[in-house]
């Protein structure tokens, strides 16, 4: 290696990892706006110019937090919360991925079930709870039909897209080796598919904690919604905003989740290549 080349490359190196002076690094420029509306906040709630009963302070926020957290009662609620959300979950991906798989591989498949289901999804949850109530009281059932009927039109919408937006010439390429439909469907047609799905499963995972607020209005005696629910009736804002954070960061977690699997599952797309 000559000098020169040593020093070029020294200087290529210099170049990408030092800042101008006085810049601060990207992560503290971006947490810089929140970290200011959280003082803003503060302070305005501090000078009265905000009542604490329409938005309590974030120190008042962050102390119902802490409280709750220590005494077990936050813990509680979301481990009911999970195990309801979880089984939903389970239950609505399942089907929509049936009748994606029913609907999207067959034209007869997509007659019998395509209207039905289009039908169905554009009904409002709320206008199902006094149904479900009827059907399946007001035990657990409910709750986890309206989650488990959220979740089943985004895996439904998506995975059929992508069945029927895998690339033709691609099937008629692979169709010359001589493999059967099963093969062709297994080892072309659904991994063809597998992105659209994840696509689906993090539509599918928001939809899930909506569905779970408005089952956890029905009769519930737990769950983050209850929690909610229990602190209206006490004016105590503070509590319904940590629920609310709650199913924020629930949300989040699930969505980076989903992004972990998408970066193992799908290392085969150009978009998931490193550098």
Known sequence: MTAATAT????????RWTRPAGTLPAGLR?????LALLILWQASV?????????IPSPSQILTAFWDLTVSGELAVHLLVSLGRVSAGLAIGVSAGTVCALIAGLSRRGEDALDALLQMLRT????????LFILWFGIGETPKIA????????PIYLNLFAGIRTVDAKVVEAVSTLGLTRGELIAQVILPGALPAFLTGLRYALGVAWLSLVVG??????????????????FLRTDVIIVALIVYAILGLLADLIVRVIERRALVWRPAFIKE
Do not use: D
Request: aromatic share 6%; charged share 10%.
């Open 8 to 15: 070029q490359q020294t200087g290529t190196r210099s170049r």
């Open 216 to 233: 956890e209005q029905i009769n519930a005696s737990s769950g983050i919604g209850y929690l909610a629910m229990t602190a209206r009736e």
């Open 123 to 130: 009904l409002p949850h709320l206008a199902l709870v006094p």
């Open 146 to 153: 309206l989650v488990a009927l959220g979740t089943a039109f």
């Open 46 to 54: 501090g000078l009265g110019w905000i009542s604490t009963r329409t």
């Open 30 to 34: 971006r947490c810089a706006v929140p």
